[in-house]
């Protein structure tokens, strides 16, 4: 985009590839510069604050977290400078000059961001696809050996059945949680408290939420008293009490309502706002037209804010795909509940094998990249 | 017979009353237009007839059937709202088709209808296309023909003029009255705050503020014997001329004193009116240059409006606060600081006693 924008440059005496690689040349320059200028002053004013200062670690932790906001204005500040006096904002070519430092500004501005994100996402992926091509220490290449073992791999195909079916459940039912959730809570007074406390667990981490909801499937041998609430109620109903998150195949939805019950909040957020986007007279002419509340929500409002929906629901499903923490936290992939990101951990960090793990890995991203693409395009038609 | 029937129709939000008992007959294939400033509660009288409004106090009757706790859909009335309301996601046929679908009409009943009304209002070619493929004046067909489609004893119209630019909104205001003289049996409720769209639609105007009605009656009633000094200043542009004035002598004839001058004019006033003060009024329109010493008032020019076909010329009368307004036919010359003398013709002058009640009305 940007790019384009210093092409087309109104008053650019010489659009095209020749001015664009000038601009790239002085914008990479001016950021070297900058970002030189700005480190060198940060550490020569650290060392020298450093004599003077005493030598406590709290002191020295400070004054690097300030050098370091410094160092980024003045970063900023200095780069805009040097742009400034490049193509000075006056003389007889001040609307050349104008247009030429506009084009190169935000580039100066974003480069840090776009630099420091590019380390540290596309060189990780650049570096998963070579190691998968290569053996447990990364030195050996080995071809597409790991490929052959994942396709073959019995643990691999329980991971992606748990993770097809934690795909399909948990966005829908916090999808629809939510929408019922928002619905609902704006119809009551006191709809605002009853909001607060679904979004509350949002606020509570996956381990932490894991920690919560093994309690409430916590399990006692038969005749000593029940801790879990949930043993507690099938015991108080005459039932048996069950080692619920042990249960094989079951215990993947047990595991799967902790993540609705923590994205159910999100979900209602969101689509409460959308709700109320929805122009009230659309709802009075559907009420002259003869139309039920039960009618109006799902043949008026929901079709109108069904780009949100959709937004949601893949939001969620790309979370569902990388789900981790539940599955370590409560079962560590034991009894038939493993899933990917957990199966990629355990080769990592207990198998030590980085090829199968990051083979591992790239099916994760294969996954979640095409609904993460759709998701951002789905979003920017929304925000239009 | 009686299409509609208000009885002392009231709504208050909590404490505050902002419809304070409306008594109001509508006949079978009227055209009533209600009308008057922002806040007067003509939207939410309109709204309490379409039942999405609940009725505070007193009876209203559609059809001769109380209708005060039937629901919007059953009260035979269809609504075209100002935004036009269609919904984003339906095609035109399906806007129009939404509220026999949700009565479980037959489908070639619904066919039939839904063509029809596409039919009179020119939509036909656009029956598969969604709202927002529509110009403004297409969508307003749209919600008027989803309103023609629901086959509505009443058609209520909220403002549905207001989201269209000038030129537009004169050639929809022409098709509307076109559709209420090719469905004469149709009642028709309109609201708006445009005196012209009033004047020009209406078989009869309601003239509403601060939730009371100011008069009812047709449109050049209104304006030839405006029932009080709130609807001789609502209708007609620019608003009539109010000056204060002093009852000399009453009879069939009353003679005023306005400003130093007596004035005859050719109105009957009751005795007990005799030597109270009470305001004169003569509209800008009414009022022409006086050729002879006879004349209402004298005053220096100090703003001149030049429009074309008229001008409107401010004049400063001496021991008067406002200016009066002068619309005179054609481009005149006059300059600030010309001094005129104007006068009217005696039956087009109103008075109006001291609380602004028409001395007609009286």
Redesign the interface.
């Known amino acids: 985009m940007a790019i384009s924008s210093t092409e087309t440059g109104p008053s650019d005496g010489s659009p095209g590839l020749g001015a664009f690689f000038r601009n790239l040349v002085i914008a990479l320059g001016i950021m070297a510069a900058g970002i030189v200028f700005a480190v060198l002053c940060a550490v020569a004013v650290f060392s020298a604050l450093n004599t003077v200062l005493p030598d406590i670690k709290l002191v020295q932790a400070v004054l690097v977290m300030v050098l370091g906001v410094a160092a980024c204005f003045g970063y900023f500040w200095g780069s805009n400078r040097l742009l400034d006096m490049i193509y000075p904002p006056r003389g007889h070519r001040v609307a050349e000059n104008i247009n030429a430092a506009n084009g190169i500004r935000p580039w100066l501005f974003l480069g840090p961001a776009v630099i420091i994100l590019g380390i540290y996402l596309v060189y990780p992926v650049v570096n998963s696809i070579v190691l998968s091509f290569y053996g447990p220490s990364g030195e050996h290449w080995v071809g597409g050996a790991n490929y052959a073992w994942l396709a073959k791999d019995a643990a691999f195909r329980e991971s992606m059945r748990n993770n097809l079916l934690w795909l399909v459940v948990v966005p829908a039912a916090a999808t629809f949680f939510g929408l019922i959730a928002a619905a609902l809570t704006d119809r009551i007074s006191w709809g605002n408290v009853a909001k607060s406390l679904i979004f509350m667990p949002m606020a509570i981490s996956f381990v932490g939420a894991s920690v919560i909801w093994k309690f409430i499937y916590d399990y006692r041998a038969e005749g000593s008293e029940q801790i879990g609430i949930l043993n507690a109620v099938v015991t108080f109903f005459g039932g048996e009490p069950q080692a619920w998150i042990t249960l094989p195949f079951w215990n993947n939805f047990f595991l799967m309502v902790i993540l609705i019950w923590i994205q159910t909040g999100f979900a209602m957020v969101i689509l409460s706002a959308a709700l109320r986007g929805i ?1 009230e ?2 709802i ?8 039920s509340p039960f ?1 109006i929500f799902y ?2 409002k929901v ?2 804010i ?1 780009g949100t929906i959709a937004v949601v629901w893949t939001t969620i499903t790309i979370l569902v795909l990388k789900v981790f923490d539940i599955v370590l936290a409560m079962t560590n992939g034991q009894w038939g509940s493993q899933v990917l990101a957990n199966y990629m951990f355990d080769w990592m960090f207990r198998g030590l094998d980085f090829g199968r793990a990051s083979t591992i890995a790239l099916v994760i991203m294969a996954m979640v990249t095409p609904i993460m693409i759709w998701n951002i395009r789905e979003a920017r038609k929304d925000m239009k | 017979m009686t299409a509609l029937d208000l009885k002392n129709i009231q709504k208050s939000y909590g404490a505050t009353k902002v419809i304070h008992g409306i008594d109001l007959k509508i006949e079978d294939g009227e055209f009533i237009v209600f009308v008057g400033p922002s806040g007067c509660g003509k939207s939410t009288l309109l709204r309490m007839i ?3 409004e609940n009725i505070s106090g007193g009876d209203m009757f559609i059809g001769g059937e109380r209708v005060n706790d039937i ?4 009260r035979g ?3 075209v ?10 095609t035109v046929y399906d806007n129009m088709a ?2 026999m679908k ?2 479980k009409a037959p489908k070639d009943e619904i066919d039939k209808r839904v063509h029809a009304a596409a039919e009179i209002l020119q939509l036909t070619p656009y029956l598969g296309r969604l709202p927002k493929a529509l110009s403004g004046g297409q969508r307003q067909r749209v919600a008027i023909g ?1 309103a023609i489609v ?1 086959n509505p004893k009443v058609f209520l119209f909220d403002e549905p003029l207001s989201n269209l630019d000038a030129a537009l909104r004169v050639a929809t205001r022409i098709e509307i009255a076109k559709l209420k003289s090719s469905m004469p049996e149709t009642t028709m409720i309109y609201v708006t705050h445009d005196q012209v769209e009033a004047m020009t639609l209406a078989d009869r105007i309601v003239v509403l503020s601060s939730g009371h009605i100011e008069q009812v009656g047709a449109p050049i009633d209104l304006y030839e014997k405006p029932a009080n000094l709130f609807v001789a200043r609502f209708i007609g542009s620019p608003a009539m001329n109010i000056q204060p004035a002093r009852v000399e002598r009453t009879g069939d004839n009353t003679l005023i004193s306005l400003g130093g001058r007596k004035t005859t004019v050719p109105i009957p006033s009751p005795e007990p009116l005799s030597g109270t003060r009470c305001h004169f009024g003569v509209r800008p329109e009414d009022l022409r240059i006086a050729d002879k010493d006879d004349f209402l008032f004298e005053g220096d020019v100090h703003f001149v409006e030049r429009l074309g076909e008229v001008t409107n010329v401010y004049l400063h009368v001496k021991d008067v606060d406002d200016a009066i307004v002068v619309k005179l036919a054609g481009v005149q010359k006059y300059a600030k600081g010309d001094r005129l003398r104007i006068t009217a013709a005696p039956e087009k002058m109103h008075l109006f006693s001291e609380e602004g009640r028409s001395f007609l009305h009286i």
């Open positions: 122009p007279e659309t009075e002419a559907a009420v002259i037209d003869g139309a009618q043949k008026i079709p109108q069904w | 379409a039942g999405l629901p919007p859909s059953q009335i269809a609504m709202f100002q935004s036009y309301a269609l919904y984003p996601h339906m939404f509220g949700i009565a989803r629901r």
